[in-house]
């Protein structure tokens, strides 16, 4: 089966730092992604981990722990712009599928 | 603009309806693929082309769903027989050959079924 896990909705402050956790459960794994869902938008590609360890793009972060199938999204210096939703999303073997979780919906306030 | 474009934007129609959506990917990218949409949700993965082959079809798809990609460029996902839970956002996304290419998504088609 797969499963992909990550809270609802997170509150932040302008200014902040923001880490948005993802658990997943998938029956074959090539890579995680984080995408940026602005309200009424197309989804935006944020980062993608297939190895153990975080890559750090600006502002933004993203770790990876395969063996606990575990990731999280840091956005440092939070702006007013950065809220949207956040889908973490797994790349299954072989079949290029990409699986997206619920998202988070990240509200920045002043 | 050279990124990927869907058509209808926004589609109201009655329930028992058909309704046809149109997809035009990036031009060189060889991988398609539709997604459903609803409020709060992720995208729901529908089916995936490699060219013009649909590689892959939801189990959760009826078979009122038919998608396809016939000289490997643009694709259409057709509904028959609508229904009201059909009402959803379908994107369209395109990526290149590459297993770990990102998705690039078109702006959707916004369905409501009356």
């Known amino acids: 089966g797969q499963n992909i896990d990550q809270p609802t909705e997170m509150t932040a402050t302008e200014g902040a730092i923001v880490q948005i956790n993802c658990t997943y459960q998938?029956?074959?794994?090539?890579?995680l992604f984080w995408y940026q869902q602005h309200a009424g938008e197309a989804p935006t590609f944020l980062s993608y981990?297939?190895?153990?360890g975080l890559e750090e793009k600006g502002r933004f972060s993203s770790f990876l722990s395969r063996s606990k199938g575990y990731s999280y999204l840091l956005l440092k210096e939070l702006q007013m712009k950065d809220s949207a939703s956040y889908l973490c999303a797994v790349l299954n073997t072989g079949g290029f599928k990409t699986i997206f979780g619920a998202g988070t919906r990240l509200f920045v306030k002043a | 603009d050279t990124g990927v474009s869907q058509d209808p934007r926004h589609k109201i129609t009655k329930r028992g309806q058909n309704v046809t959506f149109r997809c035009d990917p990036i031009?060189?990218?060889?991988?398609l693929y539709w997604y459903r949409q609803t409020l709060g949700q992720g995208p729901e993965f529908l089916t995936y082309f490699q060219n013009e082959a649909q590689l892959e079809k939801s189990r959760l798809l009826s078979d009122r769903f038919s998608a396809e990609r016939p000289k490997g460029s643009f694709s259409t996902l057709e509904i028959q027989r609508t229904e009201q839970g059909d009402s959803a956002m379908y994107l369209c996304a395109s990526a290149s050959g590459q297993a770990t290419g990102e998705l690039f998504f078109g702006e959707g088609s916004r369905l409501t079924v009356l």
């Open positions: 031009s060189e990218h060889n991988r």
């Open positions: 998938t029956s074959g794994f090539n890579g």
């Open positions: 981990n297939v190895l153990d």
